[in-house]
DNA sequence: ATCCTGGGCC
DNA sequence: GGCCCGGGAT
């Protein structure tokens, strides 16, 4: 079932080519500055930090805190995410470097990025995938909202792991690739914010035939 | 007025 | 489980 929505989803919208960013550093900052935020507004955000070189973890790190928080207003909730965001360029900086982290197996990377505070299992899951390019699927909001509406889950809250269990062993099962997590997950984002909106716009939705809402 | 690729804390 | 954080676009 859920390996049909995503040649469904690959079909109508075709290949996103995600995680939009120059370097796995900021794909990391980027995950971080966009929890419960529109992406739009993370784009300034790093675009702020980008002019004023700082998309380093060094950087990140030596950067006065109302200045960093000043950079990254537009992608609200700035004083926590400032915090979080020298969180994890410490982290990174005392295991090594991505470079040097990206050689750690998974599960041992994603225990140690879920202790660092500011990194939940959205955000470490995106940085692991999307940075660190580890197979791992990661679960939003969209995905919970989407899956309950196909009726693939019965509960709207479905916990995180049930979820991404669910996909991931399918998506074994079918010899998916790195690349395919890559691309379901954005095209599930892509999807849901265009089509399966809160209100949903069913009458174009390519997924209707399959879907209990119709 | 509502929504946005959540997470921490109680 | 509920509440708070928050600017920007619509």
Not at 99 to 111: D, M, P, S, V, Y
Not at 113 to 119: F, T
Request: hydrophobic share 35%.
């Amino acid at each position: 079932m859920v390996w049909k929505v995503y040649q469904k989803l690959l079909s109508t919208y075709g290949k996103q080519n995600w995680w939009p960013a120059e370097t796995p550093f900021e794909v990391c900052v980027g995950a971080v500055l966009t929890q419960n935020t529109n992406w739009q507004n993370v784009e300034k955000a790093i675009e702020n930090l980008k002019s004023h070189n700082l998309l380093f973890p060094e950087k990140i790190l030596s950067t006065p805190l109302p200045l960093l928080q000043s950079l990254i207003k537009p992608a609200g909730f700035y004083k926590q995410k400032a915090n979080y965001l020298k969180n994890l360029s410490l982290f990174i900086v005392e295991n090594g470097g991505l470079e040097t982290l990206k050689k750690e197996n998974l599960q041992t990377i994603r225990k140690k990025l879920l202790k660092v505070k500011g990194i939940g299992r959205e955000t470490a899951d995106s940085i692991l995938l999307y940075a660190l390019n580890k197979k791992i699927f990661v679960i939003d909001a969209y995905a919970k909202r989407l899956f309950y509406r196909l009726g693939i889950t019965q509960k709207e809250n479905e916990p995180y792991e049930n979820l991404r269990t669910l996909v991931e062993t399918e998506f074994n099962r079918h010899n998916a690739s790195i690349e395919d997590y890559k691309e379901f997950h954005a095209l599930i984002v892509k999807h849901c914010k265009e089509i399966c909106r809160k209100t949903p716009d069913c009458k174009i939705c390519n997924l209707k035939t399959s879907c209990m809402l119709k």
